[in-house]
């Protein structure tokens, strides 16, 4: 299993871009790399999910350099809503099994 | 429409009793999770079915014993409660037993005192 370092909390003001970057040296392959954000008393949402380079939805971006050993989290103008628990795993394709939430990265945003 | 529901949304009962937590899902998921999130926030897969059919089943006491009627529906019933059971747990569902976009539940949070 690919083991996932990411910071402990991070502080940001509303209407900032938020990187919130994911380090995964031992990589294997075959791993995807997902991400998923939890708010206080709820379970946790998807947020995105890639392979390699960039991939964006209607809530983020995802940064994947060609080594695939680490990958950033982009978060666009971030409201106090956005305030929450991100976590970032890394699994084999096919495999839910290997779905292991590490401890994530609490970002608040600040008015 | 909740697309994952559980029930009950909080559980406080006393060591030794038994109690059991149900997920019904709506989405039309072949499979379905059961995740625990302990007091450090740590959230670890305990079983999965597909189809309702166990799949994973993870160093899970055996006083743990999921059970799934259908494939909407997986309960977990939790015999002889102990202290250490106290946490929050999240029945999720997905597509399929490989997906990675799981849809989660509200979570039920069980006290044991």
């Known amino acids: 299993l690919a083991k996932t370092t990411q910071p402990i909390s991070m502080d940001s003001y509303e209407g900032q871009e938020v990187n919130i970057t994911c380090s995964h040296n031992?990589?294997?392959?075959?791993?995807?790399i997902t991400w998923y954000q939890q708010f206080p008393s709820q379970g946790p949402r998807f947020i995105i999910q890639g392979y390699k380079t960039k991939v964006t939805n209607e809530v983020a971006s995802l940064f994947i350099p060609a080594d695939r050993k680490s990958s950033t989290l982009s978060l666009p103008r971030v409201s106090l809503s956005d305030t929450a628990v991100y976590y970032c795993l890394v699994a084999p394709s096919g495999s839910a099994r290997q779905l292991t939430f590490g401890s994530g990265t609490q970002l608040t945003v600040l008015p | 429409d909740t697309a994952v529901s559980q029930t009950p949304k909080y559980l406080v009962t006393q060591m030794g009793n038994d109690k059991s937590i149900k997920c019904e899902q709506n989405?039309?998921?072949?499979?379905m999770y059961w995740y625990k999130q302990d007091s450090k926030k740590f959230l670890k897969i305990m079983f999965s079915?597909?189809?309702?059919?166990?799949?994973i089943n993870e160093t899970v006491p055996n006083r743990f014993s999921p059970k799934s009627p259908d494939k909407a529906h997986l309960n977990l019933h939790i015999n002889s409660l102990e202290l250490g059971d106290s946490a929050v747990y999240f029945c999720?569902?997905?597509?399929?037993?490989?997906?990675?976009?799981?849809?989660f539940g509200p979570g039920t949070r069980l006290t044991v005192t």
């Open positions: 999720a569902s997905s597509q399929s037993s490989g997906s990675y976009e799981q849809y």
């Open positions: 031992n990589i294997a392959t075959n791993d995807y």
């Open positions: 989405l039309g998921h072949d499979t």
């Open positions: 079915y597909n189809n309702k059919e166990l799949i």
